[in-house]
């Protein structure tokens, strides 16, 4: 079986890459296998400076990495390289950081003297999704080989070009040969690299269904699991909101990386007092997005990843409308090459729609009208999912108080959501449990390991 890269904007086969074989899959586990104790053992200073190099390389080669998304995925080459600089920000991150937040740290009360070190454990296996196929890798690379770990990567089967292009950031970095490695295999030999010995923890973005499964795989042979799921945020508008600045962010979220993005804003919740002035700005806001060529550094939009992604969302986009829902622009595939979807936005859409309640993978915006304060909590949270979320008012105390109502892994005020180095990610519900960046993150694959003296 070949493992394809295929233009999404053109709908060419760009490069095809043999399927490792069963046999070549467990030789490089083995050989990740060996690497990792003399790794485990090198002291902080060490770690740092590879992930240093890192950062640098990446800085570098930002133009070519991003034009490799381009061409594998369709993303724009401008979001492309921001990117990639994010993937150099949390090298830095977790280079100037891990040794503190992995520092022993002492504890009162437990013998005469105690404290909690935290040691690494072996090999984790990311499982990760081609939408933004830098940053997912690194945001789990950085901290994960900064705590002595060994890492093996099963990239979305769409991007093999992006996963061996970081499996090179690595070895040009000086990390040893073989601590991180790009396995170019299916789904279906995910759970013999399970099986694998080495293998301790396994850490997957991607879609629900795939999280169940891996999740399940991974519990069965009792090895622990992080999984960053879908969602379905909400983007509340109070009455009191500045407008201006919410229809802008909100266009961002919703159609950056042509909507593939799991934490962008999918149903927008209006109060009534702003909901015919906000849907208006939103809609010439949407309008006027560039729509075309992934290599063009004026395009806001590029085409979505595949043709079945496409098909999927325009039968939801379908079922929007067959329950009452008005499409105000966009809503209907293209007759042009490319898997192009224009910016979307359905209003008057009955909330108790199952098509309210899942996931719109591509730039579809569907908009709510509510009355209240807590009309709208409530909608927030007739979901599943439970990503993120946030809300626009100049009222901040308010506004604090409903993020505390909002069922979600994060929730961000007068602000664009977003995966920050600083701050724990992840997801409640069908959205995923674990955490990922900060000190949360570094943490989600040691041995939590108390010591205690008398």
């Given at each position: 079986m070949s493992i394809q890269s295929l233009n999404p904007a053109t709908e060419e086969i760009i490069a095809s890459f043999e399927e490792f074989s069963?046999?070549?899959?467990?030789?490089?586990?083995?050989?990740?296998?060996?690497?990792?104790?003399?790794?485990?053992?090198?002291?902080?200073?060490?770690?740092?400076?590879?992930?240093?190099?890192?950062?640098e390389i990446l800085r570098k080669r930002a133009p070519e990495l991003a034009e490799i998304m381009a061409l594998e995925m369709g993303k724009p080459v401008r979001q492309g390289e921001g990117e990639v600089l994010k993937c150099a920000v949390v090298c830095d991150y977790y280079a100037d950081e891990g040794e503190s937040m992995l520092a022993p740290e002492p504890v009162e009360g437990a013998g005469r003297k105690a404290f909690i070190t935290f040691e690494p454990l072996g090999t984790v296996l990311t499982v990760m999704p081609w939408n933004f196929p830098f940053w997912q890798v690194f945001r789990i690379a950085a901290p994960s080989l900064m705590?002595?770990?060994?890492?093996?990567?099963?990239?979305?089967?769409?991007?093999?070009?992006?996963?061996?292009?970081?499996?090179?950031?690595?070895?040009?970095?000086?990390?040893?040969e073989d601590l991180f490695r790009t396995l170019l295999i299916g789904a279906r030999q995910v759970e013999s690299v399970l099986d694998h010995d080495s293998i301790f923890a396994v850490s997957l973005t991607g879609s629900e269904p795939a999280g169940r499964k891996v999740a399940s795989a991974a519990g069965a042979r009792?090895?622990?699991?992080?999984?960053?799921?879908?969602?379905?945020?909400?983007?509340?508008?109070?009455?009191?909101?500045?407008?201006?600045?919410?229809?802008?962010?909100?266009?961002?979220?919703?159609?950056?990386?042509?909507?593939?993005?799991?934490?962008?804003?999918?149903?927008?919740?209006?109060?009534?007092?702003?909901?015919?002035?906000?849907?208006?700005?939103?809609?010439?806001?949407?309008?006027?997005?560039?729509?075309?060529?992934?290599?063009?550094?004026?395009?806001?939009?590029?085409?979505?990843?595949?043709?079945?992604?496409?098909?999927?969302?325009?039968?939801?986009?379908?079922?929007?409308?067959?329950?009452?829902?008005?499409?105000?622009?966009?809503?209907?595939?293209?007759?042009?090459?490319?898997?192009?979807?224009?910016?979307?936005?359905?209003?008057?859409?009955?909330?108790?729609?199952?098509?309210?309640?899942?996931?719109?993978?591509?730039?579809?915006?569907?908009?709510?009208?509510?009355?209240?304060?807590?009309?709208?909590?409530?909608?927030?949270?007739?979901?599943?999912?439970?990503?993120?979320?946030s809300i626009w008012s100049k009222d901040e105390d308010t506004a604090v108080e409903i993020a505390a109502k909002v069922k979600t892994g994060c929730m961000f005020i007068?602000?664009?959501?977003?995966s920050d180095v600083h701050l724990p990610f992840g997801g409640i519900g069908n959205s995923g449990y674990g955490r990922e960046l900060g000190k949360h993150g570094i943490r989600a694959f040691v041995n939590v390991k108390p010591i205690c003296i008398g």
């Open positions: 069963a046999d070549k899959t467990q030789a490089v586990l083995d050989a990740t296998a060996k690497a990792w104790p003399m790794w485990s053992i090198k002291n902080f200073s060490e770690r740092k400076a590879c992930l240093k190099k890192a950062a705590a002595g770990n060994s890492m093996v990567l099963k990239h979305a089967s769409n991007v093999p070009q992006c996963a061996m292009a970081i499996e090179q950031v690595f070895k040009d970095a000086g990390f040893p009792l090895k622990k699991s992080v999984m960053e799921l879908g969602g379905s945020d909400p983007f509340i508008v109070l009455s009191d909101a500045d407008l201006d600045e919410a229809v802008k962010i909100a266009t961002l979220s919703r159609c950056g990386n042509t909507g593939q993005t799991c934490i962008a804003a999918k149903r927008f919740i209006v109060q009534d007092e702003v909901y015919d002035n906000f849907v208006a700005k939103l809609s010439e806001s949407m309008s006027k997005l560039i729509v075309g060529d992934p290599l063009d550094q004026k395009t806001d939009m590029g085409p979505m990843s595949s043709g079945p992604l496409r098909q999927e969302l325009q039968e939801q986009v379908n079922r929007c409308v067959d329950a009452g829902g008005k499409i105000l622009i966009g809503g209907s595939i293209p007759d042009s090459v490319g898997y192009y979807y224009p910016p979307t936005i359905i209003t008057d859409i009955p909330t108790h729609a199952d098509v309210c309640k899942e996931e719109l993978f591509g730039p579809v915006a569907l908009v709510f009208r509510v009355s209240s304060v807590d009309e709208a909590i409530s909608l927030a949270n007739d979901t599943p999912f439970g990503l993120g979320g007068n602000s664009l959501v977003r």
